[in-house]
């Protein structure tokens, strides 16, 4: 997958990320996802539609999503529970929707979030190609994977620039 | 002063709630998605309202659109994921005051808040 494909992402869970928990990403090498299911203790999946498919899923380990969410909501949630599914699905559709705003020529719409808990198999995640990207934060660690399917001409839109401004 | 606050997610009717009474506004008023702030805002009849666009059953749009129908002068702000330019313009066409993009700090959207509050008082 090209990098301007899925470095929108990138530069969007940085901003949201330090805007909304003031919480640095740093994104390890990204790889390839392989067919192999990846489990995560809870996942957050945004879809994207328009000229372009594609979707988005957030991974997080255990302790990296009970951290966040007590970022996001000043109170400890068990990483199991609905408050923390909110949470954290909540995270992904602004990541999702911020690097679709840079990716605007491509996708149209995100979906509402779709959270899986306990690293259940979710045979319609983000399928092979997408691309992992690890991410370290001082909350522990997460992944985003991405999956954009059918693209023509590359989404990426001239305005990235000035959209999110210097994220890095 | 009666404020509604409509967005699917719990976590960010949380955390807007808790902008407000920062603030010092008490009275305040969930609501989860378009249907459910129009049932409510029949009854409540809010001073402010801060609605998020992408929900279910009715959008933010939607909901503002009805909203205005019979709320011509209440103050609303989109607090919203949607940020491109387009969106932006549709939402004030429709009747919005003011427009948050997602991810705001608490600053931003306090600011935001007092900004919508005393132009809708001047005009």
Same mark, same amino acid.
């Given at each position: 997958m090209e990098?301007?494909?899925?470095? $929108?992402f =990138?530069q969007?869970?940085?901003h949201v990320?330090a805007?909304?928990?003031?919480?640095?990403?740093?994104?390890? @090498?990204p790889?390839?996802?392989?067919?192999r299911h990846e $489990?995560?203790?809870?996942?957050a999946m945004?879809?994207?539609? %328009?000229? !372009? @498919?594609?979707?988005m899923?957030?991974?997080?380990?255990?302790d990296?999503?009970?951290r966040?969410v007590?970022l996001?909501?000043?109170t400890h949630?068990?990483?199991?529970?609905?408050? !923390?599914?909110?949470?954290? %699905?909540?995270?992904?559709? =602004?990541?999702a929707c %911020?690097?679709?705003?840079?990716?605007?020529e491509?996708?149209t719409?995100a979906?509402?979030p779709?959270v899986?808990?306990?690293? @259940?198999?979710?045979?319609?995640r983000t399928m092979?190609?997408a691309?992992?990207l690890p !991410?370290?934060?001082?909350c522990?660690r997460?992944?985003?994977?991405?999956? =954009?399917?059918g693209h023509? $001409?590359s $989404?990426?839109s001239?305005r990235?620039a000035?959209t999110l401004g210097d !994220?890095? | 002063?009666k404020?509604?606050?409509?967005?699917d997610s719990k976590?960010?009717?949380?955390i807007q709630?808790s #902008?407000?009474?920062?603030l010092?506004?008490s009275?305040i008023?969930?609501?989860?998605?378009?249907?459910?702030a129009?049932?409510k805002a029949?009854s409540?009849?809010p001073d402010l309202v801060l #609605?998020?666009?992408n929900?279910?059953?009715l959008?933010?749009l939607g909901? #503002?659109?009805?909203?205005?129908?019979t709320?011509?002068?209440t103050?609303?702000?989109m607090v919203?994921?949607?940020?491109e330019?387009?969106?932006?313009?549709?939402?004030?066409?429709a009747g919005v005051?003011?427009y948050?993009v997602?991810?705001f700090?608490?600053d931003?959207?306090s600011q935001r808040?007092?900004e919508?509050?005393a132009s809708?008082?001047?005009a």
């Amino acid at each position: 997958m090209e990098p301007d494909l899925f470095t $929108p992402f =990138i530069q969007s869970a940085r901003h949201v990320f330090a805007t909304m928990l003031q919480v640095e990403v740093d994104v390890l @090498e990204p790889r390839p996802k392989s067919g192999r299911h990846e $489990p995560h203790a809870v996942s957050a999946m945004i879809e994207l539609k %328009g000229g !372009c @498919e594609g979707s988005m899923v957030l991974g997080f380990e255990q302790d990296a999503a009970e951290r966040l969410v007590a970022l996001m909501t000043g109170t400890h949630t068990p990483s199991h529970s609905a408050e !923390c599914a909110d949470a954290l %699905g909540e995270l992904a559709s =602004i990541v999702a929707c %911020g690097a679709k705003a840079l990716l605007s020529e491509g996708f149209t719409s995100a979906s509402l979030p779709r959270v899986v808990l306990d690293a @259940e198999p979710m045979a319609d995640r983000t399928m092979p190609p997408a691309v992992v990207l690890p !991410c370290v934060t001082d909350c522990g660690r997460f992944v985003i994977e991405v999956s =954009i399917l059918g693209h023509g $001409p590359s $989404p990426v839109s001239a305005r990235r620039a000035e959209t999110l401004g210097d !994220c890095r | 002063m009666k404020i509604l606050v409509v967005d699917d997610s719990k976590t960010m009717r949380a955390i807007q709630k808790s #902008v407000l009474t920062q603030l010092g506004y008490s009275d305040i008023e969930e609501a989860s998605d378009g249907q459910d702030a129009l049932r409510k805002a029949g009854s409540y009849d809010p001073d402010l309202v801060l #609605v998020d666009s992408n929900m279910p059953n009715l959008d933010g749009l939607g909901f #503002v659109k009805a909203f205005r129908r019979t709320n011509p002068a209440t103050p609303v702000i989109m607090v919203s994921t949607e940020g491109e330019r387009a969106r932006v313009v549709e939402a004030i066409k429709a009747g919005v005051n003011n427009y948050v993009v997602k991810p705001f700090t608490p600053d931003l959207l306090s600011q935001r808040i007092q900004e919508t509050l005393a132009s809708c008082e001047a005009a």
